[in-house]
């Protein structure tokens, strides 16, 4: 039951964020959020996630964190597959090319990240694995 209902909550607030242009379901725990549709490495489907994001340099910065479990999130791993994506920021749609940050530039992301919301140190500090910081830079089509 755990899967499919977090898959069936997941797809409400996909729509209803579409539906209002991210009035509804734009914002958890303070940070505003965004959709990130990828394609699919195993399926070529279109997957289409809300997270978190702050902006940086003319982009936006996301966070693998998957909850603060052990494993990556299957949007990262379809980025890394293709890193060609699509968000959506309140009504906006862009399409972003994304890239994992290096380490000096993960551990000036990973800073800023933790003014804006410190709860992301209890997720690092829980799990083994180094939480990815990934760069969404909006590309022309």
């Not at 505003?32 to 195993?42: A, D, H």
């Not at 996630?49 to 966070?63: A, D, K, R, S």
């Not at 959506?88 to 090319?97: F, H, R, S, Y």
């Amino acid at each position: 039951m755990g899967k499919a209902f977090f898959r069936i909550f997941m797809t409400i607030h996909v729509f209803l964020y579409r539906l209002t242009g991210g009035k509804v379901g734009g914002k958890v725990r303070g940070f505003p959020l965004l959709l990130l549709t990828t394609t699919g490495r195993k399926t070529g489907k279109r997957r289409t996630t809300p997270l978190g994001y702050f902006e940086h340099e003319g982009g936006y910065v996301v966070i693998a964190s998957n909850a603060g479990l052990e494993t990556h999130p299957a949007w990262f791993h379809n980025l890394r597959s293709n890193p060609r994506a699509t968000v959506q920021i309140n009504e906006k749609q862009l399409a972003v090319d994304a890239k994992t940050a290096t380490a000096d530039k993960r551990d000036l992301l990973w800073a800023r990240l933790l003014e804006l919301s410190p709860s992301y140190g209890y997720y690092a500090k829980r799990i083994k694995r180094e939480i990815p910081v990934v760069t969404l830079t909006p590309v022309k089509i």
